[in-house]
Nanobody, 121 residues
């Protein structure tokens, strides 16, 4: 069983930065850790993923160059550094864990409760 707890969401002005954290409990050696987001009236959208052991990363085109996913194995934590935030980045951001290195939400088994990020103009 894997449990995920996100934090770090806030209200920020456009152009600002935030760092989201996802504390992971349970065995994660073979897991892929992902960040997804769901904006108002929108479907859940892939943001970024990282392989827990090897550190390979994947980012959505919409955030490439602005968002960075990383991890701290000693702290069992995955981060999402978000820079140059835009109003359209406003969403609930979810941390997820799965066994496939994939941008598809259906391949992730475990999900956190989400953290709200609001970007104002």
């Amino acid at each position: 069983q894997v449990q995920l707890l996100e934090s770090g969401g806030a209200l920020v002005q456009a152009g600002g930065s935030l760092r989201l954290s996802c504390v992971v409990s349970g065995r994660t050696d073979n897991y892929i850790m992902g960040w997804f987001r769901q904006g108002p009236g929108k479907d859940r959208e892939f943001v970024a993923a990282i392989r827990w052991t090897a550190g390979f990363t994947l980012e959505a085109d919409s955030v490439k160059g602005r968002f960075t996913i990383s991890k701290d194995n000693n702290k069992n934590t995955v981060f999402l550094q978000m820079n140059s935030l835009k109003v359209e980045d406003t969403a609930v951001y979810y941390c997820a864990a799965g066994l496939f290195f994939s941008p598809h939400a259906s391949t992730y088994t475990y999900w956190g409760q989400g953290t709200q990020v609001t970007v104002s103009s």
